[in-house]
């Protein structure tokens, strides 16, 4: 199997690698796995009329995929590593078609879910792929930190795009923008067939981590669940029961990594400084910011009565910032190191979403400097965190870095979804400040990490 990555920082990519098919088409299927992310916080409100979907069980809507992401990204990093990097990333692509279309034919909250952790599996594959076809392709240098921002860019770009066509689809009926999302998954799985270069078979390639990923899962799964009812009572004892079930079977899953010959993750990895900076980087992005944003929108519609367009516009503003700045934000990798770039993109979210208290309620004008400022943190996030996964780890490991990272950022966002439902019952500020802490803390530990030798 070839290398991830060339060892060598002027080696060319060899031309197999086909570098620039290879960026548009993983850059492609990434963002129409995220535009397929973020799809639901603008049809949220038409989904749980349909559905009949009560309050306490809306997170779910939301969470199904970023869980199916978290459980899997770990295993599709491995499984990339061992069977090929094309083969993992087109059946992901061709997988995430074919369940987002099923998902646009369910018929209640449960088969929903269902299928959007199913398309959080499939997304898995296709973003874990992505990362380890670009680390071959592009050898490390301005050609890798070129194609990583790209990629980065291609993440704000899908967040910014789903919301924006689902609003213009469910003036229709809802269920058209998940028709259209797997239509174009499909389409793009069918150009990677043609374009991507074909990898080498692996030998001696080991099985999945299956316990591993059991573990995680179900711990995840008890989370979420004590987040969610936690707005009805956090000292109940079924959430505290809830709370230390997850917090035991994440003792359980560290062991079964120790002890197993494939793990999910090699835990030694956690005693790179950059990896560590790298993982909890991501875990507060999804906390932090993605938590937040993803409920934002349906929120505009509830409180301050936007329409479904209105509200989507207005997150375009932020997601849409996030685009452009991530997308120029390889300018400051000669300058700015990607932990530092981390601490930054913490600091300018933490200082939007405080812009924010107050102004959800309306008049629109209100919301623009915190969208703004919490753009631009955003984007500077979103460009660090592909850059520190990939460089933070040996090449031969970079698929699974880029795993660890992204499974990061999803379950700190499946977890950031619950916080902020949960927190909103108590008004909004009560979120956007805890937001903001948590964007404050992600800073500090990027920060003092950042400066520890490797």
Do not use: C
């Not at 290398?3 to 197999?16: C, F, G, N």
């Not at 030998?203 to 969610?228: E, F, Y």
């Not at 917090?247 to 999910?264: D, G, I, K, N, W």
């Not at 977890?415 to 903001?436: E, Q, R």
């Amino acid at each position: 199997m070839p290398q991830l990555a060339a060892t060598s920082r002027t080696a060319p990519p060899t031309p197999a690698a086909r570098p620039r098919a290879t960026l548009a088409v993983t850059a492609a299927a990434t963002a129409v796995a995220l535009m397929n992310y973020t799809a639901p916080m603008l049809t949220l409100p038409d989904m749980a009329a349909a559905f009949g979907t009560p309050p306490s069980a809306q997170a779910w809507l939301l969470n199904g995929t970023p869980l199916g992401l978290a459980v899997l990204l770990l295993v599709a990093g491995g499984l990339a590593d061992a069977h090929g990097r094309r083969r993992v990333f087109l059946l992901g692509t061709l997988t995430l078609g074919l369940t987002t279309a099923l998902g646009a034919l369910a018929g209640s909250t449960l088969t929903f879910t269902l299928a959007r952790v199913a398309q959080g599996a499939a997304s898995a594959a296709v973003l874990a792929g992505s990362l380890g076809l670009l680390a071959h392709a592009y050898p490390a240098g301005r050609d890798r930190i070129r194609a990583t921002g790209v990629w980065g860019a291609s993440v704000s770009g899908g967040i910014a795009l789903g919301p924006l066509l689902a609003a213009a689809l469910s003036l229709a009926d809802w269920r058209l923008a998940y028709g259209t999302l797997g239509a174009a998954a499909l389409l793009t799985a069918a150009a990677g067939t043609r374009t991507l270069a074909r990898e080498q078979k692996a030998s001696g390639a080991p099985r999945p981590d299956t316990p591993g990923a059991l573990t995680l899962g179900l711990a995840l799964t008890a989370l979420l669940t004590a987040l969610t009812l936690g707005r009805d009572g956090w000292l109940r004892p079924s959430v505290g029961l809830l709370l230390l079930t997850a917090a035991a079977l994440t003792t359980l899953f560290v062991l079964v990594e120790h002890r197993s010959r494939t793990p999910m993750i090699d835990l030694a990895l956690l005693r790179r400084p950059a990896f560590l900076a790298s993982t909890l980087g991501a875990l507060f992005t999804g906390l932090a910011v993605i938590g937040l944003f993803s409920v934002v929108p349906a929120l505009l519609q509830s409180r301050a009565g936007m329409s479904p367009l209105t509200s989507a516009a207005l997150f375009l503003l932020w997601s849409g910032t996030a685009f452009v700045v991530a997308l120029q934000a390889r300018r400051l990798a000669g300058r700015l190191s990607a932990t530092y770039q981390l601490a930054v993109g913490f600091a300018l979210s933490a200082t939007g979403v405080l812009a924010l208290l107050g102004a959800l309620d309306g008049p629109w004008p209100r919301l623009l400097p915190g969208l703004l400022a919490a753009g631009v943190g955003s984007g500077l996030l979103n460009a660090a965190l592909p850059r520190l996964a990939v460089d933070s780890v040996p090449p031969e490991r970079a698929a699974m870095g880029s795993g660890a990272n992204n499974t990061a950022r999803y379950i700190g966002s499946s977890a950031g979804v619950a916080l902020t439902l949960a927190l909103l019952t108590t008004g909004p500020n009560t979120a956007l400040l805890t937001s903001a802490a948590l964007a404050l803390t992600g800073a500090a530990l990027t920060l003092a990490l950042g400066r520890k030798r490797p």
